[in-house]
């Protein structure tokens, strides 16, 4: 059996990663991260949770690994495999090993949609161990300095279905993470679409006003993502109102009465 | 006998009647159907509202005022011109808009509307229905509305300034539906001319009011500077606007209703059904003057013959009698809406008309009654009204009960005799348990699938290529499935199908049969029997739970059932959905065994009770729940597809069949 070379790992992006910070999660997950303790961030859709974990990846200057969980991702997947080649077999890391053994930033996004055995699999990596058993090949890996495992989950979706273990949840440091204020969020979505600061500033009041609707069978509200959407399709020349149609109405609903409501607030938002 | 005066009373109320429908008769004919109706439009309106304002209201169908009189035009009490159309209105809380607008053109109507609800739903948020202003005289109170209006329109504009086009869109509307200024007295010629500058926005003296407190101290000021004051003997009526779309109305905020106690009165089977009839409107409420009930002038007419009835009364204080046995529902639902308000009064017995109401009165009956004791509260749930497209909040009481052990010889012996049947069962639901298996051959997977290498390493040496096809793979193919079985023990159940044997001794064998087969099938399961009586006492009883395994007690309880009061099915599908929401699993089965229509002692008999529980059933199922009706009632093709959609039930024509075939659905739902 031999070991790979891998290329080293890529340090996060050139240039930061734009986020403006809502509360303290900036100086608690440097704190956290100092202490390597892992962390948990809670959040709706679209609410700039993957823009923290890489806006913290560049600024704590780690690489960051992130995996996309899937209600068919084994242990295997995260931790590696035997690979077959034409003389025999090769080991091959699975991306949270990578991390494990580079001091990397692993972050799983939305967790819960992973199996419940292979969250499992995290367990000796989040308490004071911070060990990776192997089991296939026997090693027994000590995570380097600078691991840190961040997952992810959006409490509002599928909560009955599927839940993290309450063992698993108590290894986390928990970050609440919500959509932006309404300065912070114009802020936002000026400076990714590029949309001015008055249209930008509607786009944020529309989507106060959808939000409102959540309840009112709205599964998903509008996120901070949909609005960069419709700001940037504004900036190629698209008008705002068909662009927030296309961009922020019609994926979030099909119900008629749903559609015909969301409508009627972006024809009373713009004029 | 009658007395003279009555038979009197009487002539005069056929004459004028008969006089008012052969006018009515000639009036033109009331709408095209094409014009847009508000139901089409409430729900897109009631979302709109709750996503501008944050808070929902109530949209209700505003009323048409109530035709003038012939002796009320004579002696001049309402100047003229009269408001013929009903006009959208506020009472702080609830908006009031048209039933229809008589446009053809649907897409002006819809954007009407939306101006019209948004409007009135600004006003609420100012408070303009609920500050002072009644205290005004009439014209400084006209003005007060006048300031609210134009104040609640720029606020709207400025959070909302794409509607500036449909603002102007109903005030075109509005001015060109005004009667001409000619036909106003001289007395309120100055107030309409204001109006119609105001509405053509010609009118930018108007200055701009913070709050309602403030318009109230600005009219007062302004009908000074203005002059509108009517020179002595010109009448202005009381309200001296002419109401129109874009002003609505204020109207004064909804009292609270006292609930009388003990108002429910045991049923009377001997009474006849109530007569029925619809209200072309509803008069308004009003609420009873403080020395109304004691004072003795209330008139010589007051006749009380015995109990009194739910009835009418007209404002005047002629208490008129007109709730009579003789009268017939249609000419007293005509003579109810003719008057421009009446009192409402509840009373003990069963009433002989019911009058049916676009808008019907807040029904302060349906609030819980407050002497329920903490012992019989048991969890609310909300009951669909079809009437007002609305929920009542907390309308039915679910009382969960376990139930008491039944008969074990009764077990013992239905076992016996379908030992046969058990063997078969338990095999055929053990089939349809899931494994892990391991998938062979696969082109990735967990692990390294030796005999597959071993194949290909000898195939390689054979000469032939190598495959890819060298993991194996660990796949659950978990059906994930939480089942949830709600039982009919209504009174119905009583009925007698064959051999000696009720409906539910054969319900009590089909779930000891399927019990155990759902048992072998080892996907989590409950059970829960339910029957009602009265929306305060929905029974529950849970047979078996998910938690607890199949047993002796499962059994025992099971062999406990006999038939209890009520179908109330709405509150039962609901309680079964919140519990069945509790389990992990990504598909949930709600299996409801049915013998009947749902039904209770109170108005959930007919269509409230099935609107209700297809409103259930439709919440189960926007949650995700696959519901399922399997019942023994002949008549059910009447109305379980509109419950439970045309292909979520089952009809069972020979009930005793009922253990076999309620055994092959469940394989079927399984496998589905």
Redesign the interface.
Known sequence: MTLPEYPPLAKASEGEPFYVPCGNEVAMFERCHARGLAVMLKGPTGCGKTRFVEHMAWKLDRPLITVACHDDL???DLIG??L?R?DG?VWQDGPLTRAVREGAICYLDEVVEARQDTVVVLHALTDHRRLLPID?TGELLMAAPGFQLVISYNPGYQR????LKPSTRQRFVAMDLDFPGEDAEAKIVERESGVDAPTSRALVTLAR??R??RD??LAEVPSTRLLIAAGALCVDGIPVREACLAAIVSPLSDDE??V???R???????? | MAEAEEVLTDAARHATVFAQRLWRRYSPAPDAPASLSLSEVA??????L???F?N?YRLRIAQPPARPTLLGNWFGRTPRPQRLAAVPATDGTSIWLPRSLDIPDRALAANLY?VMA?QQAMRIRRGSALSLWRSLPPLAGALYHLLEVQAAERELLEE?????ESVRALRACAHARRPPLSAFGSARRPLEARVRALLIGEADCVPQSPTPEASCELAVRLLAEWGLEPASGGRIGQEPLFADWWTGMLLAPSPHHQHSAGAQSPFDPTQAAPQSVRLERRPDIRQARPDEDESEESGPLMIQLDEPHPHAEDPMGLQRPIDRDDADAELFGEMLGDLPQARLVASPGRPKEVLLADDPPDASANALAPGVSALQRGIAYPEWDYRTQHYREQNALVQVRTAPPGNPAWVAETLESHQGLLEGIRRRFELLRTHRAWLRGQVD????DLDA?VDAVANLRAGSG?TDR??R??RCAERNLAILLLIDVSGSTDSWISQGRRVIDVEREALLLVSIALQSLGAPYAIQAFSGQGREAVVLRDIKTFEEAYGQEVALRIASLEPEHYTRCGAAIRHASANL??Q???RRLLLVLSDGKPSDNDDYEGRYGVEDTRQAVLEAVLQ?ISPFCLTIDRQASAYLPRIFGATRYALLPRPELLPTVLLDWMRRLVQG
Request: one cysteine or more.
């Open positions: 084994s242990a295997s495999r035997f077959i034409h077999t296939k009955m279905l599927k839940d006003r959808l409102a609707l009112r069978g009465a749903l015909g409501a969301m009627d607030l972006v024809d009373g938002t713009f004029i | 729900e897109r309106l009631e979302l709109l709750s996503a501008v944050g929902s939306r948004l909302m300034p794409g509607f500036a997977g967990d692990e390294l290498y190598l060298l993991y793979t660990q929401m509790c992990p699993a990504a995700g």
